[in-house]
């Protein structure tokens, strides 16, 4: 199973205490895809709709692996799966109160 996930997201202010909030999540669309040399494949689409920017996320199966009835599901999983990667992937990018505030301090543009 493949799966890509392209993550739009707007600007915060280093002062904001806003979370990521996920207001809304549905199936987009559903399509078959066929690849050359390769058994269909289906696509389904999520819209998630967040405060900052909506965004949608494909997730590729192989139609031979599900069923119709299976199909939401298991790419539900997989959406589960990417976002779980994705915090790991990134928890070094965290900073602390002490390094977000230094950044607040520092202002390295040129007052022009």
Same mark, same amino acid.
């Given at each position: 199973?493949?799966? &890509? /996930?392209?993550?739009?997201?707007?600007? *915060?202010?280093?002062? +904001?205490?806003?979370?990521?909030?996920?207001?809304? /999540? !549905?199936? @987009?669309?559903?399509?078959?895809? @066929? @690849?050359?040399? *390769? +058994? +269909?494949?289906?696509?389904?689409?999520?819209?998630?709709?967040?405060?900052?920017?909506?965004?949608?996320?494909?997730?590729?199966? +192989?139609?031979?692996?599900?069923?119709? !009835?299976?199909?939401?599901? @298991?790419?539900?999983?997989?959406?589960?799966?990417?976002?779980?990667?994705?915090?790991?992937?990134?928890?070094? &990018?965290?900073?602390?109160?002490?390094?977000?505030?230094?950044?607040?301090?520092?202002?390295? *543009?040129?007052?022009?």
């Amino acid at each position: 199973m493949k799966a &890509w /996930i392209f993550l739009c997201h707007g600007v *915060r202010s280093l002062q +904001s205490d806003s979370k990521f909030k996920i207001t809304n /999540i !549905t199936v @987009a669309r559903i399509e078959e895809t @066929a @690849a050359e040399g *390769r +058994s +269909s494949q289906v696509s389904v689409t999520f819209q998630i709709d967040c405060v900052d920017a909506p965004f949608e996320v494909p997730i590729v199966l +192989s139609k031979e692996d599900f069923d119709d !009835t299976e199909m939401v599901q @298991a790419a539900r999983n997989d959406l589960h799966r990417i976002f779980v990667d994705l915090a790991a992937q990134t928890q070094e &990018w965290k900073l602390t109160a002490e390094e977000m505030q230094q950044l607040t301090i520092m202002n390295l *543009r040129s007052k022009a």
